[in-house]
């Protein structure tokens, strides 16, 4: 008999770093790799542990993926050549 396949208890679930999402700890690295590069550790990682909080907070009330939504929707395009298969995100009407 061929061996068992493994189905996945969640789908769709963004990558994670211990108990934290991926994007959760975002902030809080970068404010670690400024500190360390500013050699302002303390302030950079405090202020990066202030925006995961807001974060945390801003994205508790909206669907996932949010934020990724309204920067395509505000700013257009995310890569610096339009795929074929995105629409333009200036056009707020299609006919």
């Not at 807001?54 to 909206?62: A, G, Q, V």
């Not at 934020?67 to 299609?94: C, D, Q």
């Amino acid at each position: 008999m061929s061996e068992p396949v493994r189905i996945p208890a969640h789908i769709d679930e963004p990558p994670h770093v211990l108990f934290w999402r991926l994007d959760e700890v975002l902030p809080i690295g970068i404010g670690l790799v400024a500190g360390i590069m500013l050699a302002q550790l303390i302030i950079c990682s405090l202020l990066g542990i202030v925006l995961a909080r807001f974060y945390r907070r801003f994205c508790d009330n909206r669907p996932d993926g949010f934020l990724l939504h309204a920067v395509y929707w505000y700013m257009g395009s995310i890569a610096f050549k339009s795929p074929r298969t995105m629409p333009n995100s200036y056009e707020r009407e299609f006919i």
